[in-house]
Nanobody, 122 residues
Framework: QVQVVESGGGLVQTGGSLRLSCAAS??????????MGWYRQAPGKQRDLVAT???????NYADSVKGRFTISRDNGKNTMYLQMNSLKSEDTAVYFC??????????????WGQGTQVTVSP
């Protein structure tokens, strides 16, 4: 009923920028999208939080990306963005979109996207 799809990943040099998008689609109006977030997972490591944003626009960031990344969302389009500037090699990872959903019948649930690869070259 609800799907999230990431896009915008790619290969960039150190110091460069990328903008990721996460588009959420729902086939039913009884499911609402609450908070959304970006997570990343580097090879051999656990999936870590990058940033989250509430439905009202309140953002939170991991210390490692503060001042470099900006999360935003367009509720009318059910789309979330991650502007990544001053990229470092340690930002290389698969970036996943996460959305917190609410349905009156089933309560809260979470959904993940398939991920998009971000590679920062030296």
């Amino acid at each position: 009923q609800v799907q999230v799809v990431e896009s915008g990943g790619g290969l960039v040099q150190t110091g460069g920028s990328l903008r990721l998008s996460c588009a959420a689609s729902t086939t039913t109006s009884i499911v609402s999208i609450n908070s959304m977030g970006w997570y990343r997972q580097a090879p051999g490591k656990q999936r870590d939080l990058v940033a989250t944003i509430s439905s009202s626009g309140t953002a939170n960031y991991a210390d490692s990306v503060k001042g470099r990344f900006t999360i935003s969302r367009d509720n009318g389009k059910n789309t979330m963005y991650l502007q990544m500037n001053s990229l470092k090699s340690e930002d290389t990872a698969v970036y996943f979109c996460n959305a917190r959903l609410y349905s009156p019948s089933t309560g809260y649930s979470f959904i993940w996207g398939q991920g998009t690869q971000v590679t920062v070259s030296p």
